[in-house]
């Protein structure tokens, strides 16, 4: 009786609010170490991910340590390539990548993505003694491409008859370009941007919508993939993204109307 008594007065007590109930912990998030994101990085895609001064620096950058800060996870970035990156994660080598990763069918059958971190453009970059106007323009001729980059299969679709040429980063692209070595570069927007603002004899022109950015997880990672998720739309809500995205890019580059119809609410950039 005693025993039916205690339990009916706990009960009581949990109902008023007197005694909080057991709250269960958090799983740890499915990352190859406990508390850590490993994050591959590129060391040649300014302003999006790069090396300056010796440590990881960009846009994606700044926005993979706002996500990892709002998970209560230490980032660890490693520099890899493109080629590598996708398959490293699929195996667990990274959790992630802060790459500009356009979201392909091809890409998608290998690992999962979170939502859109943007939306890709791509732009022709040639010598100004011998422009191409459109990548149309450079059939017959030599256009370079990042090894491993989704603008490969789209540079062949739209301009079949262009000799595709992979280079394992953009300064060796840049360097075979100025040497008269290839006839084109086809590149994301920000690059091309800053290639043609380094190089005054390049000069930037058709640009290309390429589609949309995500960070890769791997597959069997559902708890890691939903958390992402989550903390790249507080992040996009909260104007975190909006303030990057204007830090990182000159005044000429818009945020792509887009993900303001993915993220209703985010703020949009004060005027420069």
């Known amino acids: 009786m005693n025993r039916i008594r205690s339990l009916i007065v706990l009960g009581l007590a949990l109902a008023a609010g007197l005694i909080a109930p057991a709250v269960r912990a958090a799983p740890p998030l499915e990352t190859g170490t406990p508390g850590e994101l490993r994050v591959a990085y590129r060391t040649d895609d300014k302003p999006i991910s790069f090396l300056q001064d010796g440590q990881p620096a960009g846009l994606l950058i700044d926005l993979t340590n706002s996500i990892a800060e709002r998970l209560g996870l230490h980032v660890t970035y490693v520099s890899t390539t493109f080629a590598a990156m996708v398959p490293a994660v699929r195996n667990h080598l990274y959790d992630t990548a802060a790459f500009g990763v356009l979201v392909t069918p091809e890409r ?27 990548l149309e ?51 994301g927007l920000a690059t091309a941007e800053r290639v043609v603002e380094q190089h005054p004899d390049l000069v930037a022109t058709q640009t ?8 890769p997880v791997a597959k069997d990672r559902p708890g890691l993939l939903a958390a992402l998720d989550r903390a790249i739309a ?18 000429t580059m818009a945020i792509p109307e887009r993900l303001f119809s993915d993220y209703p609410g985010m703020p949009r950039p004060a005027a420069r």
């Not at 059939?139 to 739209?158: E, F, N, R, Y």
């Open 208 to 215: 290309v919508e390429s589609g949309v950015n995500a960070l």
């Open 234 to 251: 507080a992040a996009m809500k909260d104007g975190t993204y909006t303030r990057l995205f204007t830090k990182w890019n000159p005044p």
């Open 137 to 187: 323009d450079a059939a017959g001729k030599t256009v370079a491409v990042t090894t491993g980059s989704a603008l490969i299969p789209l540079l062949q679709q739209i301009a079949p008859r262009v000799t595709v040429k992979q280079f394992p980063n953009i300064a060796s692209s840049i360097n075979a370009l100025v040497a008269g070595q290839i006839d084109g570069l086809f590149t």
């Open 108 to 134: 998608q059958a290998v690992v999962n993505f979170t939502s859109a971190i943007g939306y890709g453009q791509a732009q022709l970059v040639s010598r100004k003694s011998a422009s191409l106007a459109k």
